[in-house]
């Protein structure tokens, strides 16, 4: 195992972006929730910005506000995101040995206490830092096939 975890690599900033995802799955729906909300304080609710909209193009008016719900980017990328992580804890879960299924449980979804993860996983700090590493390339390699990333060559 050694061997292969030193030649993945993958750019720092998706590693920082893996591990926000990770950290923050259970609230994925609050966060969309959050944006949302961001959205909606920036719309304009005056009867002039109405009418001033009809003749524009990009107008913040609670129809276009609500429009923009579902093709935001950020809410799409969010989105997409939950849906890979979900697809991946179940390929995870249905192997038959669910040592990495659990590891992403006791780590990001529960965040268990660092000594108490490797007590019930039996590994210690380095093993855990090259699962990690594994894990979060696995995932990037997922995320490059759902076209979250391009492949860097």
Avoid: C, G
Avoid at 99 to 121: G, P, R, V
């Amino acid at each position: 195992m050694e061997k292969t975890i030193t030649a993945l690599s993958i750019p720092k900033e998706i590693d920082k972006e893996i591990a926000f995802m990770l950290h923050n799955y259970n609230n994925i729906e609050k966060l969309i929730d959050q944006r949302k909300n961001e959205m909606i304080d920036n719309m304009e609710v005056t009867n002039r910005a109405y009418l001033s909209s009809i003749h524009s193009i990009h107008s913040n008016t609670l129809e276009d506000v609500i429009e923009k719900f579902e093709t935001d980017r950020n809410i799409l990328r969010l989105k997409a995101w939950k849906k890979l992580i979900n697809s991946f804890l179940s390929k995870l879960y249905d192997e038959e040995d669910k040592f990495y299924y659990y590891f992403i449980k006791y780590k990001y979804l529960i965040k268990m206490d660092t000594e108490m993860m490797h007590e019930k996983l039996n590994i210690n700090y380095t093993e855990e830092k090259e699962i990690d590493i594994y894990l979060k390339w696995v995932l990037y390699q997922y995320a490059i096939k759902v076209e979250l990333y391009k492949e860097v060559a």
